[in-house]
């Protein structure tokens, strides 16, 4: 704990830099995740293509990720984010689609009998009464990505795991436990928070 109490500065600006990357990676997923949420709960063949194709992408291992992608992007920031919102998808995609085919059927059945067109009944009833179960998702892959991001460190796209992989490499444990709390304190307070939200939304 000694270098998270003699540093604070430095530790601040790395949690900033691991938060700013998981919160633009999980925006950018969740935008490419709706559609096709919405898509793999429209259609069965293609929610069997997309769940089977992310599913394959959540079983690489992160860093073989990270070092296919670096040829095409680079070190740094792009290459990082890029794999986190690769990884985002089959969470959050399987949420969407698990939230809209868990609307029943008698809402569907009322939205039409109010003259709603499928969009309408789409954005009006389904995906608010999915909301809880995307939020879920996003929960989940917050969670997940705040984990994966710390090997980012790796191809210098900074965050806390910069101070483990130092700590590592310097044997230097107190760097080591003030990247890992400082990762656990992100990471509990993210979960805690979105939990707040699902609650919320469920009332």
């Known amino acids: ?74 070190l740094g920031f792009a290459t990082a984010l890029v794999a986190l919102v690769a990884y985002g998808q089959m969470i959050l995609v399987r949420n969407v689609t698990a939230g809209l085919e868990g609307v029943p059927e008698a809402a569907r059945d009322a939205a039409r009998g109010l003259g709603m067109t499928g969009a309408q009944s789409l954005w009006r009833v389904e995906l608010p009464m999915a909301l809880p179960v995307m939020l879920g998702g996003v929960r989940i892959a917050t969670v997940s990505l705040i984990s994966i991001a710390t090997l980012a460190a790796w191809i210098d796209a900074g965050g806390l795991g910069t101070l483990v992989f130092a700590g590592i490499q310097r044997d230097e444990p107190d760097k080591i436990v003030a990247g890992v709390v400082a990762l656990a304190v992100l990471a509990i307070g993210a979960d805690v928070a979105l939990r707040a939200l699902e609650r919320r939304v469920r009332a």
């Open 1 to 74: 704990m000694n270098y998270l109490v003699s540093h604070p500065g430095d530790v601040a600006l790395l949690l900033g830099q691991h938060a700013l990357l998981t919160l633009t990676a999980l925006a950018v997923a969740s935008a490419i995740a709706l559609p096709l949420g919405i898509l793999a709960a429209r259609n069965a063949r293609a929610k069997a293509l997309i769940l089977g194709l992310f599913g394959a992408i959540y079983t690489l291992p992160s860093l073989a990720v990270f070092a296919l992608l670096i040829p095409v992007f680079g």
